[in-house]
């Protein structure tokens, strides 16, 4: 993930390494979801693809812990499934593809059997493809899940057609989950996961939409039938309709929208019948996102705020109103990580629209007055007036 220019690998890299596999040990997991974005582009930088290889190496090999992954809208699919076959052997069990998540992958831990259902984001025109709801010469029907969906009309020639919409996220993610969950065996627990847009899920300032218009959102009665869903999307963790879906949010803060949300890893409790008991454990970070507001000044000597946020990530909110020259240069002489100013005191009050017959027979020197008087609430003094005036001077001589 980039933020402000600024890889955030390291930061992600530190809690896995700090936090995430000692959690693994201390609460006994049996097995991990990770509901996407593993990356935050279709193509990632190397760094991200070596961090990505080193944590599954570690799981497959030193903690042989299982993971169930899917992909997100900000992956790549098809690359991230790459070696899917061997690497599901050794524990990693990776779906992109809507083609490659029609059954339900049969777990076997400690206390039983449990039916994971992967639904890595896809378009609903895919999905249908996948699910035999429309033709497709490249990639193989599945005619069982087209019988067992969707009812049937009689047209004018009597002859049944399908009712469905290919291009509605929310019905073709229920015909999705309608097919996984029936193919979980009686009497089995089911875990759903999956990469969507929740209606009624808070967005933060860092989620990319899935689709133009708000059609991309998925009602929370997709999840209904399972004893558990895992979703990934939204980065703020939050509850969607009932306590067993659920997003878990992203590890770290991605935008300066999202500084007072609480990251945190989910840890589920599920019993022998399925009932699920959620805690949390809150992500410790080498690095804060913050928001530290007040005048330029008093930010710039306030020792305690400085030995506090020095190497945090720090949006600047400055209640100035009069211009500050090398404003980022010198908070980041204190702030190491002063990514953003924002001049909330230089806000300007929008004035009443004068219409352009107005502003034409204005000449330079008084657009300069009228535009200086918005910023600053005020007219120019008499000193500033007399210099503007000799610069307006050395213009036109100049020209």
């Known amino acids: 993930r980039i933020f402000y220019g600024q890889y955030l690998t390291d930061d992600q890299a530190h809690v896995l390494e700090h936090q995430f596999f000692t959690i693994l040990k201390e609460e006994k997991i049996d097995g991990i979801l990770l509901a996407g974005d593993v990356f935050d582009r279709a193509v990632p930088p190397i760094e991200a693809i070596e961090l990505w290889d080193a944590i599954i190496t570690r799981l497959a090999m030193d903690y042989k812990v299982p993971l169930f992954v899917v992909s997100g809208n900000h992956d790549g699919a098809e690359r991230l499934e790459v070696g899917r076959s061997m690497l599901s052997r050794s524990g990693i069990h990776i779906w992109g593809s809507p083609y490659h998540a029609l059954q339900p992958f049969e777990f076997e831990s400690s206390d039983g059997k449990v039916a994971i259902c992967p639904m890595p984001f896809s378009e609903p025109r895919r999905i249908g493809d996948a699910l035999g709801l429309s033709a497709s010469e490249s990639e193989p029907v599945d005619t069982e899940a087209k019988d067992s969906l969707f009812s049937y009309v009689e047209s004018d020639e009597q002859e049944l057609e399908p009712i469905f919409n290919l291009h509605n996220y929310d019905q073709m993610y229920q015909a999705w989950s309608d097919c996984l969950?029936?193919?979980v065996?009686?009497?089995m627990r089911s875990i759903a996961i999956s990469h969507a847009f929740v209606m009624g899920g808070e967005v933060g300032?860092?989620?990319r939409t899935l689709s133009v218009g708000g059609s991309e959102q998925v009602s929370p009665h997709v999840f209904k039938n399972f004893h558990y869903t895992a979703l990934g999307?939204?980065?703020?963790?939050q509850r969607m309709g009932a306590d067993h879906i659920r997003y878990s949010g992203s590890p770290l803060k991605y935008s300066f929208d999202e500084y007072a949300q609480k990251k945190s890893f989910t840890i589920i409790d599920m019993d022998t019948k399925g009932?699920?008991?959620i805690s949390t454990i809150p992500v410790e970070v080498k690095r804060d996102v913050v928001i530290l507001e007040g005048y330029f000044e008093d930010l710039l000597n306030n020792k305690e705020l400085q030995t506090k946020h020095k190497d945090d990530y720090v949006q600047a909110r400055l209640l100035d109103t009069m211009p500050i020259m090398d404003g980022m240069a010198k908070l980041r002489q204190v702030y190491h990580r002063?990514?953003?100013?924002?001049?909330?005191?230089r806000i300007v009050t929008p004035v009443a629209d004068m219409g352009d017959a107005v502003f034409k027979e204005l000449n330079e020197r008084q657009l300069f007055n009228q535009f200086a008087e918005t910023v600053w609430k005020e007219p120019l003094t008499e000193a500033e007036q007399s210099y503007i005036d000799s610069?307006?001077?050395?213009i036109i001589k100049e020209d």
């Open 391 to 394: 610069v307006w001077d050395r």
């Open 338 to 345: 002063c990514m953003t100013i924002e001049l909330a005191g």
């Open 275 to 277: 009932k699920v008991d």
């Open 181 to 183: 969950y029936k193919r």
């Open 205 to 207: 300032g860092s989620e």
């Open 185 to 187: 065996p009686k009497g």
């Open 233 to 237: 999307h939204l980065h703020g963790p």
